[in-house]
């Protein structure tokens, strides 16, 4: 019989699970409003280069979509780092793991952040 | 409880998604898994595949028309339900954290469930008459 | 009762020691008003001595008759037959799941009943001192006006931890029984409590299936405690961190041996 006492394990879980929830009712939202703009506003079901191009150039939209990579690679990230916790991993392989997520989820944020920018600089005539 | 630390992580992952000798909330809890992972395995596919608008015009253009088939129609109509699915099993889920909707948890389930395949359904006809 | 007499085959789990599980079949004529757990026994008494289950009050109080009917968990005490097959048909019965086999269809309990002491819902034979002191044990309402809450109608039975998919996946998880014993609790009070809920093998490991709810017979509703349970985690969560306190280790309970 395991005999040991449960000390605090990381104190984490409280936050990450507030921010999860967030998340997922902001990219609801968001994620809403961009399926409409890019599978019913476009005349054949899909936005061509031009079309996406115009569309950025509204100040709202790219901080809207700025907000949606985010709040999607952080609801995704964390809540497939609560399905790893799920199978009881050793301390060390969720070490790995929350710096191995770290590193994706900046890199896909940042280079969402660079691609969004880029949509825009294409429509100012660079 | 040791019994259970004996199995692999694989076997364990798996009995996750068998339903049998299970409730109906069973099945929420098993979609809502499994279009996690589809759904992450797709945000990051969808954020590669979007390098092609910063090509340009052409490279973007010409993606374009090569998915603008049905096979990958259909794909995307399987996202958009899964999406749906999510989100709605979701909001379920953060309704019956505030306390709201317990009681009618399979009704609740069974509502929300139907209304992403409608969506779905009104989506892939969208999608394939366009 | 009835004199209707029906035939029903009881599809026995039987593992002893290191053997490959296997099920027996036993035919028996049973009243259909009868319960599983009556079927059972006379199974053990008059075919086959070597059938390891439990069994005590044979009236939903004491948790002990715990096992899966047809694959679903039942207390196999108030489980008529007539619920759960028809004449002819079978009754498969199977050992519940998520805890250590000891043999047949008796499993061991003991890590459940450890972790309910770990969140202040000691048994009669703890060795928690706690239990043996009167005044921690009321009899009555501990205030004026106040109703008095027993252990709210958790019988022990480990149902809700064999139907939890996640307990099926993590060894470690407290699971519904224990979670609910923490809400019962209390966690303002209590920081060792508190850190066992707000840890990784507590609250946050809950996804919401309500397997557990589905399947407890007791009106303990563990589901609904859970998220009652997180929400009182994020508020005092929130209140630490505009207050800027440390944890208060108000009756904070002795480490376990």
Redesign the interface.
């Known amino acids: 019989m395991?005999n040991t006492l449960y000390g605090p394990k990381s104190n984490e879980g409280a936050w990450l699970w507030f921010i999860k929830?967030v998340t997922?009712?902001l990219?609801?939202v968001i994620?809403f409003i961009h399926?409409i703009v890019n599978?019913?506003v476009a005349?054949?079901?899909?936005l061509?280069?031009?079309d996406?191009v115009r569309y950025y150039q509204n100040p709202i939209i790219p901080i809207m979509e700025i907000g949606l990579?985010g709040f999607?690679?952080s609801h995704?990230l964390i809540?497939?780092r609560g399905?790893i916790l799920?199978?009881?991993?050793t301390r060390a392989f969720i070490g790995v793991i929350n710096w191995l997520f770290t590193i994706i989820g900046v890199g896909?944020v940042v280079?969402?952040i660079w691609?969004i920018f880029?949509?825009v600089s294409?429509g100012t005539g660079s | 409880?040791?019994?259970?630390?004996n199995q692999s992580?694989v076997s364990?992952?798996l009995?996750?998604f068998d339903p049998?000798?299970?409730?109906i909330?069973?099945i929420?809890?098993i979609l809502?898994?499994i279009t996690?992972?589809g759904?992450?395995l797709y945000?990051?596919l969808h954020?590669f595949v979007?390098?092609q608008?910063?090509q340009?015009?052409a490279a973007?253009?010409g993606f374009?028309s090569m998915?603008?088939n049905p096979i990958f129609t259909f794909f995307e109509v399987l996202v958009?339900t899964a999406?749906f699915m999510h989100?709605l099993n979701?909001?379920r889920?953060?309704l019956?954290?505030?306390?709201v909707g317990?009681r009618s948890?399979k009704m609740l389930l069974i509502l929300l469930l139907g209304i992403a395949v409608l969506v779905s359904l009104a989506?892939a006809v969208?999608?394939f008459t366009? | 009762m009835s004199t209707t007499k029906w035939n029903v085959t009881f599809k026995i789990f039987r593992k002893k020691g290191e053997e490959a599980p296997h099920y027996d079949d036993f035919k028996l004529e049973v009243d259909p008003d009868e319960y599983v757990l009556d079927g059972v026994e006379r199974i053990w008494a008059f075919h086959d001595r070597s059938l390891t289950y439990r069994h005590a009050c044979h009236h939903s109080t004491c948790g002990a008759c715990g096992m899966?009917v047809n694959?679903?968990e039942k207390l196999t005490c108030i489980t008529p037959i007539r619920d759960v097959t028809q004449d002819g048909g079978v009754i498969r019965v199977d050992p519940l799941r998520?805890?250590?086999?000891i043999s047949d269809l008796a499993v061991d309990m003991g890590?459940l009943y450890t972790r309910m002491d770990k969140v202040g819902q000691h048994s009669v034979n703890s060795d928690a001192k706690e239990a043996y002191q009167i005044e921690n044990r009321p009899a009555g309402p501990a205030e004026e006006g106040v109703d008095f809450i027993r252990l709210s109608d958790c019988i022990e039975c480990g149902l809700c931890i064999s139907?939890c998919?996640i307990?099926?996946?993590?060894?470690?998880y407290l699971g519904p029984a224990v979670l609910a014993g923490a809400h019962q609790h209390g966690i303002r009070g209590d920081e060792q409590v508190f850190r066992l809920a707000d840890s990784e093998d507590g609250v946050w490991r809950c996804?919401?299936?309500?397997?557990c709810?589905?399947?407890c017979p007791s009106f303990v509703?563990p589901?609904?405690r859970i998220?009652?349970l997180?929400?009182q985690v994020i508020a005092e969560q929130f209140r630490r961190l505009f207050s800027g306190s440390n944890a208060k280790k108000t009756n904070v309970m002795e480490a376990s041996k």
């Open positions: 395991n929830a997922g009712l990219v609801i994620l399926l599978h019913f005349t054949n079901g899909l061509s280069y031009a996406v990579v999607a690679v995704s809540g497939l399905i799920d199978l009881k991993p896909a280079y969402g691609l880029a949509i294409k | 409880m040791s019994e259970v630390s992580p364990r992952a009995k996750w049998r000798a299970h409730s909330n069973m929420g809890f809502n898994r996690a992972l759904l992450t945000l990051f954020l979007l390098h608008l910063a340009g015009s973007y253009d374009l998915i603008h958009v999406g989100g979701g909001i889920i953060a019956n954290s505030f306390g317990i948890q989506f969208h999608m366009v | 899966r694959g679903t998520n805890f250590t086999l890590t139907a998919p307990s099926a996946s993590s060894p470690d996804h919401s299936a309500f397997e709810t589905a399947v509703d589901g609904e998220m009652d997180r929400r």
